[in-house]
């Protein structure tokens, strides 16, 4: 093993209104330190992925206030990517520790969504799309609703094929402790909901979230012998327009499937070999593109499948996707997405993840989208 | 060789209303590319440099927007430090490189600043600084000028000596065409300009400014036999708590300290090995630090060699600062800054540094600070 992940802290995600981003960045600093029995001397740098922390809170150059809160001297880097600013951030330090640059690297994901308005969020998310898309009022509900129309009336499926999304994954975040809502919803609940920008409800949409998530990483054979870890395989990212019209299909999304096809080639793994995946359900129609663009399902089929709950724990699939949660049910708190995904799969390779344990997980895949798929990031795990 | 830089493009800065960020990223891409020779497909990656586009313009997940410039898919990674955001991309490009990740790769660093108020600049800016330093309404002027007075009182010099720095770095960017000022100025100019925080008149102060600066690296022989080339010695970063009231010391930036000792032994030369050096002079006293802390100068002894003019291009010294003109002359446009700095001693090296060229250039380091010293980078080149 050349990399593996040794240890994963994530704080409560939710509606935290008595803490500010740092508040709990700190949480999880210390939460992984102690969960890894890792010594702070050990590590040799520290890797940020957060979004909007300058727009909603004037609140940057994050790298020295890491330091003031772990009183240190070492790197620490701030990425961003939009709502993929994590997987961004454990991209660049798998890359870093691959490089020989370090041995153990802590990698942080954070975002504090809910001291704002609901304008200012609206406002502040937007700057992940292009000009012409803000200018003209889009939003990313409506930016994912015209992905999801064109999906629905390319394929000939309905609403119904996008509330199972929302309806499995509110069922896996009973068992995550961690996740925003703890509440069973029904197809027919999601189909009720407040539209957001047809065809996509309340109910089809992840909320406004805080919370932050650490991982450390590492190719010190001191951790890798003792530790429970997982293997980092390959992680592959890839970019596209940021604006949907210079899309050449706008059911999919490129830059996952580019990605997908690398870190599937890097790992010479092929989609039937994963059994857990975390994927960037950020609408429900996001989570079916997600399915056909990674290669789990053919152009056209997710709706189908999706529709027949293949992918929920418990009803014998051989993939169970969104076990934690996903970002509808366990929060999305941007900068803490791509790393809470990837934790997700370490707990479930490593058989920590509880009641929501899937048996057999020895190999796992996380997708991490920003804006409308202008990035995306694929990463791949095995034990 | 393992890395090297083969080719620099820097726009014109300066307040350059008629432009924006990305017009001045675009232009910036496709001159290195020209200068460099290098065709788009030969390039696996792309690190860019920028501090303020969220806050200011609510323009964020750049790594999309330079994709559709570029008509691309290959990654690009935004990286946030505050005024070293550009050495910052710096740094993780070349580590790109080391990990055998990619073997060439694009970094740019950019910052537009002019379409804003005053206020908003001075508020976006102070985002680098710590809550309380926020709210106890201190500015970047004041926070150096806070370490200004410390030096001052404890060395024994007068502000005749911070004046020096402005004087010859106005000087130098007269032969710099991409400057943003072409105008001598005087010591006694600088002690009558009006005082933005005492002993920091406005001409101790780094201006508001827009520009982006690129540069490719690369670790392909094709590129490194055909190319002007200079080989990245080292490039290592530290950090330091964000606040000033928590450091050990205010005379002084002991994250630049760490940084130029970690850079000079990964490089195997000294202090006295190299004969230019791009320094942060964002304002007097901090190219007065930085001669000190890099170890160009003992401590205490700066007051006097800056006002001796000891390193003023054509007064006879060993060691010549800020050809380019510096933060001070040449511009700062927070993001480009950086790349900038690299890119000068790039020119320098490799003899194309026209009427500013220092005859003997053979190794020289840059020197990036984030905030008040919360981040620096150190970055040591030769030929």
Request: charged share 20%.
């Amino acid at each position: 093993m050349r990399a593996g992940i040794v240890g994963y802290y994530s704080t409560q995600f939710g509606e935290l209104w008595e803490r500010s981003l740092f508040d709990l960045v700190e949480e999880s600093i210390w939460g992984v330190i102690k969960k890894s029995k890792i010594d702070l001397k050990q590590i040799d740098a520290i890797f940020f992925g957060n979004m909007l922390g300058g727009i909603i809170e004037n609140n940057l150059h994050a790298g020295a206030k890491i330091a003031e809160i772990m009183n240190t001297h070492i790197p620490v880097f701030h990425t961003e990517a939009a709502c993929a600013s994590g997987g961004m951030a454990f991209h660049l330090a798998h890359n870093y520790i691959m490089s020989g640059k370090g041995k153990t690297v802590l990698v942080i994901g954070a975002e504090k969504m809910n001291d704002s308005s609901p304008e200012q969020i609206t406002e502040g998310l937007m700057s992940a799309a292009s000009g012409e898309e803000q200018e003209c009022g889009l939003t990313f509900p409506g930016l994912y609703a015209l992905m999801a129309r064109e999906y629905l009336s390319t394929y000939h499926y309905t609403k119904k094929h996008l509330a199972a999304i929302s309806v499995k994954n509110h069922a896996h975040a009973l068992n995550n402790p961690t996740a925003q809502f703890h509440k069973t919803i029904t197809e027919e609940m999601v189909l009720q909901s407040p539209l957001v920008a047809d065809p996509l409800g309340v109910l089809d949409s992840s909320p406004i979230s805080d919370g932050a998530s650490s991982l450390i990483i590492s190719s010190d054979p001191s951790f890798l012998n003792k530790s429970k870890k997982a293997e980092i395989f390959s992680s592959e990212i890839a970019t596209d327009s940021i604006s949907l019209m210079k899309r050449k299909s706008i059911i999919g999304i490129e830059a996952t499937q580019i990605a997908a096809k690398k870190a599937f080639e890097k790992s010479k793994l092929k989609p039937r070999d994963i059994q857990v995946a975390e994927v960037h359900d950020c609408f429900s129609i996001a989570e079916l593109m997600a399915m056909e663009d990674i290669g789990f399902w053919k152009k056209g089929e997710a709706g189908k499948r999706a529709g027949d709950y293949e992918t929920l724990y418990g009803n014998g699939g051989s993939l169970i996707v969104n076990t934690s949660g996903g970002l509808k049910a366990a929060g999305h708190p941007v900068g803490a997405t791509g790393i809470k995904q990837i934790g997700e799969l370490y707990l479930q390779l490593t058989h920590q993840a509880k009641k929501r344990q899937v048996k057999n997980a020895r190999y796992g895949l996380a997708q991490n989208v920003g804006g409308s798929g202008g990035t995306a990031i694929v990463t791949i795990l095995g034990v």
